[in-house]
């Protein structure tokens, strides 16, 4: 195989919200309440603002092509950065230049499980505008470019009865993936062993949608990530990649799975590397500590983890090189466009370099590069879009005009002000 | 190489200790205020008491021999567990049967770190213990039996320039390694960002002490593993096996390794399989985020964390299969006896098993198995015993009547009161 014949599909994307996308999807009564991007010309930010309060993160990291002196933790405005972020008509030329087939995005401003909705009194004007978000995502953002995004519906995260009907809801629409936090106690909701989740874990095990559970997804404007007063950025920044592994030790030993043997859950952004080990450790543990009553029947933890568990990389070749460790079915490619941990427009290159370090086969290069996401997420692009056109090569060849440059903010945002006017 | 041939040091083993340990090393006027263990006949349970309050652990997890459905977190008295793993020339004959040459033991109910002598109001009085409990632990644990075993102090973890001068007092005495907290303001002391313990890291940078950081070092009665009211107790078993990762991201990222480039750590119990993921992580993000002005000058993070830390584990297979993306100078074994977890009386069966896996080499043997550990912890047993008499093979010789069988509590404590007479 070469480089140009892969087919990657990218299981962990990140949308920035459009400002009009309550517009079309939301009742007519509820849409003055309804969230809004709004600036502030005093701080010169945006944010998604309405009675539940603002946004934490508006345009979480979307720092790809600006030069890596303005990187930081969040631009201030939508106008700053590129406009691909949130335009899906740019990104699926962004998507071309990059040969990535298939994309599922996550939100922005309402956190990677929805825990924005769950900060309105008024749970109607949450679920309404939960509704909205995900008829919009799953109509617009997905629905224009059939075969390129793979759809992801949010849960309504503070209340696991009405997440089970929405996850019903979406499915269908024909949503196979549903997100979900990684530790709902951090969020104050009940956690997964209090037996309060197995409605909406039902709901997607009956309804065959994929739980996908990003790192970060605990994190909000209450709820920093914190490892200390005087930690470094640098420790905030790298240790929620292993939010993962806490969240798999949680699932694994709970009683969710052996409830729920069709349910499966994708560990977004969560990284492989870890995965040997950590089985390692469960099978040694299991083995030894019978006192604890942990018991999985017939089954092994390692077994009990390839039923459920698809684990998600944007690069890292220590995971590769023990992939037959995780399990050669269960892991699958991201891009994470257009955070500062993307690896586009060279995503067909880096991963290429680690399938080479790992000496992977041809054929586990396809289940790693395109197989087990669609597997895994019930999604066939295939159906439009004809296989011979769904290469990195083919898709490259039809995005030669994208501009790849290096941006500044201020490049971005005159850019924005000469085609809509000046922001306010 | 045969397994026979195999030297084996292990770094990482538990003492349990004995009641009168303190009395033949705090002063006179302390003595009475001294920690005693204290039978409570209503409980019926051990533990070390004073007027700092109680043990949190005594007996932490001495299950070996205990046969499995007897064990759980902790057996409730000195006489329900084998008597080696308190009584030190015992101590030695299990070592003899597993074929260790030399064994670094930590404490039991001082906690990990010591945190325990923190808790006394007096800090004349906490200080006389602590010192009491290092002279027991250097003259009477690892004196008695010359090569044996590599004495580790406990640090006055309460006072930073403290426990810089209990460092170099124990240095004086031939002490090559000290404990510390693997999270020091969980235990409501300052980071190791604050600068406040550089004064300690000094102390042993300048007098060649490893820094030994045992996973569960910032546990104690008062902050007990926490992940969740409701979380199975295999998760809260499991998971402190990373907080070594957490705690590495600290050190690396800290300036604490740039200001003091001899400091040495051992991550006790800390594992290797995550290590590979870490360092792939932090060189990617140590490359791509550089407005955290994180700055190594010339050296990489791999680099940096090759230079400073020592990798340890019990079992850990999928760590060798990657030992060149470790460092191969950075791992060494431990057997951790008498816990639930300790590999005894079969560790060089598990290791050797771990070795053909990972296909490793005899030199790359030699190095995991001893020579890692007593280079960086300035060991050298062949002073006191003959590298002939210092294999596995040779040990296990001289050990031939220690009884291996598996024995209940009951037994025991009948084996103790036939002995001692009734517990009182």
Chains 1, 2 share one sequence.
Not at 112 to 132: H, I, M, N, P, V
Not at 323 to 334: L, M
Request: aromatic residues 12%; contains cysteine.
């Amino acid at each position: 195989m070469k480089l140009e014949d892969l087919i990657l599909v990218s299981v962990d994307d990140h949308i920035i919200e459009p400002p009009d996308l309550f517009a079309n999807h939301i009742p007519t009564k509820w849409l003055d309440r309804a969230p809004k991007l709004v600036y502030n010309p005093k701080s010169k930010v945006q944010a998604w603002s309405w009675e539940g309060g603002a946004s934490f993160a508006p345009f979480l990291n979307a720092v790809v092509t600006l030069p890596k002196e303005e990187w930081g933790f969040d631009p201030s405005t939508l106008h700053e950065i590129r406009p691909a972020a949130y335009d899906v008509d740019l990104r699926v030329r962004d998507m071309d230049a990059n040969g990535i087939l298939s994309s599922m995005c996550f939100p922005s401003f309402p956190g990677f499980s929805g825990y924005f909705f769950a900060r309105a009194e008024d749970k109607d004007l949450a679920y309404a505008c939960l509704q909205a978000y995900n008829d919009w995502h799953i109509d617009e953002w997905c629905g224009r470019h059939p075969g390129r995004f793979i759809p992801l519906a949010l849960p309504a995260i503070w209340d696991p009865e009405l997440a089970a009907q929405e996850a019903r809801r979406v499915a269908r629409k024909g949503v196979t993936a549903i997100a979900f936090s990684e530790d709902p106690p951090a969020m104050g909701s009940p956690s997964i062993h209090s037996g309060e989740w197995d409605p909406f874990f039902a709901a997607c095990a009956d309804e065959g949608l994929t739980v996908a559970i990003h790192i970060g997804s605990a994190f909000s404007g209450d709820n920093p990530p914190f490892y200390g007063k005087d930690a470094p950025v640098d420790v905030n920044v790298t240790m929620p990649c292993w939010n993962s592994l806490s969240c798999a030790a949680h699932l694994l030993t709970s009683k969710v799975l052996l409830k729920f043997p069709d349910l499966r859950i994708a560990l977004s952004e969560g990284g492989t590397s870890w995965i040997p080990g950590f089985l390692d450790r469960m099978e040694r543990h299991y083995e030894n500590q019978k006192w604890t009553g942990w018991d999985l029947g017939k089954l092994t933890p390692t077994e009990l983890f390839r039923q459920h568990f698809l684990a998600c990389f944007i690069c890292d070749p220590s995971g590769l090189l023990l992939r037959d460790r995780i399990g050669i079915d269960n892991i699958a490619c991201e891009v994470d466009y257009p955070h500062s941990d993307c690896t586009w427009p060279e995503s067909p290159e880096e991963i290429w370099r680690h399938f080479e370090l790992a000496q992977c086969s041809d054929a586990e290069i396809a289940k790693i590069s395109h197989e087990n996401a669609l597997k895994w997420l019930r999604f066939d692009p295939f159906q439009s879009i004809p296989r011979e056109q769904a290469t990195v090569g083919a898709l490259r060849d039809i995005a030669k005009d994208v501009d790849l440059r290096t941006r500044s903010k201020a490049e971005y945002q005159s850019d924005y002000e000469q085609q809509h006017g000046a922001i306010a």
